[in-house]
């Protein structure tokens, strides 16, 4: 094997972390404010992505300019889930928190493939097949264009996190729900918040993959998987970790892919979860 | 004799006889299947109810007996009297390094690792297709009428040692209960830290709990390899399976002896019912009512449909009459 498939194996890893990135990130926020494991964020993903795949079929609206329509739909779509699904086992044990997210990925995967079919649909723009050449690397647009919108809202959340009164107040909550009420911060609006963001990233994280990735209704199985192996490795609540995290991840499943075998690039990473455990089980931002 | 000796004894003999009352096969397979899944809730209680350990992979277990017992019995034909044991003990030693590794930790982790698990071992076994045969799956060679082979032309010996293991099941989760190790899990599952402080080791009863659990559920794997003739990666590791599996438990009540049994029964009914009301006719449709009443039991009956029955039962034990004759 040359230089140059390892070289094209690293790059692909790295601009497909970018995504990794914003739906784990999504994934730690809904986990460090509202203390639920959302089993359900793939189906977020995978929400997105249908959304984008029918407004490009129907009204022939470019992917890019659909992030404008998804995320508020996954917004919306995030507060609903909140108010009338999580809100009510917030307290309930974490056997049944997890079984409710599990419940609701597996009604809206089964709801898509009802609607939807078990087609495998793409949506065929004038730039899917542009690249650039590094040498003798190529450079997908697509996939960059992913990778950097991906860092771009990542940005964006953290500067909403660290510089916004909301967004402090959203940090607080994570850190301590009764302090925050004595401080007058209403935690059910910010668990509205931070649930609706999670899902808005995942939106995000369906409308940039389109251009270069299939969409069927078992998207999301692949894509919360890894999720999850990108938090715990990054530590659960931190979003510096799961940027770092999502960048391994995604250098390792697309070097696992190009050394066994295709099919089996989740067992790579299923390998980096057990190391993690093994190893290091507060993840890499946290205390070894 | 009183009503709570001769009610479950009757219970008993209806289920003996069942088979024989049912007008054709097909409704022998669902009282199979029936029993089948009352196994594998039962098991998947130990360490998701009274382990407080939900696990979403226990198809890992399933399929590694499975898996494991027909290629013993293809490659060496061994009788799969003796590998109904050896596809056991294959989860069971599979389930160790899970236990040891998890059961250290607080937190979801377990959960999403043996999702994982299922979902590696699944993309392993269509990887090296040499060994598993890929996509295409296991199957049993049918050899007829073969006692020995645990094979038969009739559902009927099925039936029944689908409903030994049931029993076995359920009589080995209440010896459980009041063992020593029930009574740590159930302690653990209060509060871990209080149960720490006293002594008890949690992370080795979990573990414990885990191999307990994954030995019976390799055994009926194996059992289910053997009753169908043919195993596919999708249909014993699928995640479809392990979320099958503790949704039957759930339905019926976790961290209780008899509600996976009522579970499985509820859930095979159901299953059935979806089947022939849509007739497959419209993918998705079952899966998503399967969701809906997952979340539904959640929000309205967390604890299951156990505490509905266990008084209907004991509104029935209560007026029955005592059999007379049979005092002494």
Not at chain 2, 15 to 44: E, Q, R
């Amino acid at each position: 094997m040359d230089l140059t498939t390892i070289l094209q194996g690293l790059l692909t890893g790295i601009l497909m972390a970018g995504i990794y990135a914003l739906v784990a990130i999504g994934l730690t926020l809904i986990f460090g404010v509202v203390r639920i494991v959302n089993f359900a964020q793939g189906e977020f993903v995978m929400i997105g992505m249908y959304a984008t795949y029918w407004l490009w079929k129907l009204w022939g609206i470019d992917p890019y300019l659909s992030l404008l329509i998804t995320m508020p739909l996954l917004f919306c779509f995030g507060v609903l889930v909140q108010r009338f699904l999580f809100r009510p086992i917030l307290h309930a044990p974490d056997l049944a928190q997890i079984f409710m997210t599990v419940g609701i990925s597996v009604v809206l995967m089964n709801a898509a493939l009802f609607f939807f079919t078990a087609d495998f649909r793409s949506v065929k723009t004038a730039y899917a097949e542009w690249a650039l050449r590094l040498g003798g690397v190529t450079v997908s647009v697509t996939r960059l264009f992913a990778f950097l919108g991906a860092l771009l809202l990542a940005g964006l959340l953290t500067v909403f996190l660290t510089k916004t009164d909301v967004g402090k107040a959203l940090r607080a909550v994570a850190q301590d729900r009764e302090v925050c009420m004595l401080l007058g911060i209403n935690p059910e609006r910010m668990y509205l918040l931070a649930v609706g963001l999670g899902a808005a990233l995942a939106g995000a994280a369906g409308s940039l993959i389109v251009p270069f990735f299939y969409v069927f209704p078992t998207v999301g199985v692949v894509f919360v998987l890894v999720a999850f192996v990108v938090v715990i490795l990054g530590t659960l609540g931190s979003i510096e970790g799961a940027l770092l995290a999502a960048l391994i991840v995604g250098v390792a499943e697309s070097l696992g892919i190009l050394f066994a075998g295709a099919d089996l690039g989740l067992v790579v990473v299923f390998a980096i979860l057990v190391a993690t455990l093994i190893l290091r089980p507060s993840g890499l931002m946290g205390q070894a | 004799m009183s009503p709570r000796t001769y009610v479950p004894a009757g219970f008993l003999v209806f289920l003996l006889v069942l088979p024989h009352l049912l007008p054709n096969p097909f409704y022998v397979h669902i009282a199979v299947m029936m029993a089948v899944f009352a196994v594998l809730g039962g098991t998947w209680n130990i360490i998701g109810g009274y382990g407080g350990q939900l696990s979403l992979g226990h198809a890992a277990f399933f399929g590694t007996g499975a898996y494991v017992s027909t290629l013993l019995v293809n490659a060496y034909g061994i009788s799969p009297w003796i590998t109904l044991w050896l596809g056991g003990l294959a989860a069971l030693l599979l389930s160790v390094p899970v236990g040891i590794i998890c059961f250290r930790l607080q937190g979801p982790y377990f959960a999403i690792a043996s999702i994982g698990l299922a979902e590696a071992l699944r993309l392993l076994v269509l990887h090296f297709r040499d060994i598993t045969n890929g996509a295409q799956g296991l199957t049993v060679p049918f050899k007829g009428n073969a006692p020995w082979l645990l094979q038969f032309d009739s559902k009927f010996p099925y039936y029944y040692l689908a409903l030994v293991m049931a029993v076995g099941v359920v009589l080995i989760v209440r010896r459980m209960e009041r063992s020593r190790l029930g009574h740590y899990l159930v302690a653990i599952g209060q509060n871990q830290d209080a149960a720490e402080a006293l002594g008890i080791n949690s992370s080795r009863a979990k573990a414990k709990a885990l191999a307990l659990s994954a030995f019976l559920t390799g055994v009926a794997g194996v059992f289910y390899a053997q009753y169908t003739y043919v195993i596919h990666p999708d249909s014993v590791f699928g995640l479809g399976l392990s979320i099958q599996i503790a949704l039957v438990a759930i339905v019926g009540g976790v961290g209780t002896v008899l509600g996976p049994v009522l579970g499985a029964v509820i859930m095979e009914f159901f299953i059935q019912f979806t089947q022939i009301a849509f007739a497959g006719q419209y993918p998705g449709l079952e899966l998503m009512v399967y969701g809906g009443l997952l979340v539904a039991v959640i929000l309205w009956r967390p604890r299951g449909v156990i505490p509905w029955f266990a008084r209907l039962y004991e509104g029935l034990v209560a007026r029955l009459p005592a059999a007379r004759g049979a005092q002494a």
